[in-house]
């Protein structure tokens, strides 16, 4: 029991697999959050 | 201004204006993505963009995001001239937030299709969910 949670917890899927999810929000955000502050700040200048 | 849009702002802040665009001003293809038509047209917006990024950008990485999330906009914007014969003032990140959630879609059925080979019990899950 203890071998198989062990091979559970190590298992990793390789880079630029398929398999690697991510959780929505839970990487780095950054172009998105630079997007949305580029958008407000037009709207916030143009008025 | 926030709440009732004034066009003629817009068309001096790159919005994509049919006769300006197509006589020398190729530019607001991207300009008006980023130029919204009040504050609810903007909120709803980057509400959509949030969601969507919050799943692609992981997805895909800075870069490819940004590459997509700008063509996607250009190709929007040039839909929209070619939709419209007549003079019509556009603009919004509504055609590029789309554009980015048409790819989110091809890069499920993507890995979808990936998993049915692997598995072929995924192949049944995924005719009853279609």
């Known amino acids: 029991m203890s071998n198989h949670q062990d091979a559970v917890s190590s298992y990793e899927p390789a880079e630029g697999s398929p398999n690697q999810y991510s959780e929505p929000g839970g990487g780095n955000l950054f172009i998105t959050y630079l997007l949305i502050a580029l958008n407000v700040l037009v709207f916030i200048f143009h008025g | ?130």
């Open chain 2, 1 to 130: 201004m926030i709440i009732d849009p004034n066009g003629t702002v817009h068309i001096k802040w790159g919005s994509n204006y049919g006769p300006l665009t197509l006589s020398g001003d190729p530019w607001r293809l991207i300009t008006n993505v980023f130029i919204h038509f009040g504050i609810i047209h903007l909120a709803m917006n980057m509400y959509c963009l949030y969601i969507i990024g919050s799943y692609l950008e992981p997805m895909l990485g800075k870069t490819k995001f940004i590459t997509a999330y700008l063509c996607t906009g250009i190709l929007a914007s040039l839909t929209s001239l070619w939709w419209h014969n007549e003079s019509v003032n556009s603009a919004g990140a509504s055609g590029a937030v789309f554009g980015l959630y048409g790819l989110f879609w091809r890069c499920l059925l993507r890995i979808l299709s990936q998993r049915m080979r692997e598995r072929p019990c995924c192949k049944i899950s995924a005719y009853l969910l279609l």
